[in-house]
């Protein structure tokens, strides 16, 4: 049987064994220390878009959230599974920039979460997805999402996306900017090849501490 592959999860279905090891190193705590302040506190309904080894989905669901864990990689979403299956978490394969198995579920979300997805689309996808985003929203909730800067890995579909670009998109959505850090990588070999992050978050409720004004 053919697998229809998303153009955006380009190389990973490669060396899987070896994308687990380094994403289930990484600590929750370090990898959204930026962020931390506004995740919303159990219980809230989870989005994890993107959702790779499935760790952040099981430490969302282990804090006491329920999670909608998508991811489009066939080979990432069924190790995710045996890694982390938990009551709290749903597990569905869906991709940007549509998202329409999320959007037919007519669900919103405290917090959507985009955690290493975001260059993985170009210009034109990243326009179309940003409104079917802030849709999945629910009132006072939070969008995060981690873009990388940097070179591109043997194999995988990268494009340059910029902190400039994504607040405007999200600010024609009605989102307002809460949090823009830029950090160097928590990984070893990705902070030698000279590899950064930014961090955003938005939320449309103005009551939330640090909110930016468009």
Do not use: C
Request: charged share 20%; aromatic share 6%; no cysteine.
């Amino acid at each position: 049987m053919t697998i229809t592959r998303v153009a955006g999860t380009q190389g990973y279905d490669e060396d899987v064994a070896a994308f687990f090891e380094r994403s289930e190193a990484v600590a929750f705590a370090d990898k959204h220390a930026a962020v931390l302040s506004v995740h919303p506190a159990a219980p809230a309904r989870i989005l994890d878009i993107g959702a790779g080894s499935g760790r952040d989905a099981a430490d969302f669901a282990n804090l006491g959230h329920t999670v909608l864990a998508v991811e489009p990689t066939p080979e990432l979403l069924a190790g995710a599974i045996a890694r982390h299956d938990h009551p709290a978490i749903t597990w569905l394969d869906d991709s940007l920039p549509e998202l329409s198995a999320v959007l037919t579920r007519g669900e919103r979300f405290d917090l959507v979460l985009l955690s290493a997805v975001w260059m993985h689309l170009d210009e034109d996808e990243r326009r179309r997805a940003m409104p079917n985003l802030a849709a999945l929203l629910a009132d006072g909730g939070v969008l995060i999402l981690s873009l990388r800067h940097g070179p591109v890995p043997p194999g995988r579909r990268m494009f340059a996306v910029s902190a400039v670009e994504t607040i405007a998109l999200a600010r024609a959505e009605d989102l307002r900017l809460v949090i823009h850090e830029t950090r160097d990588s928590i990984q070893a070999a990705n902070r030698l090849a000279g590899v950064t992050w930014t961090v955003l978050a938005f939320t449309r409720d103005t009551s939330v501490p640090g909110a930016q004004q468009p």
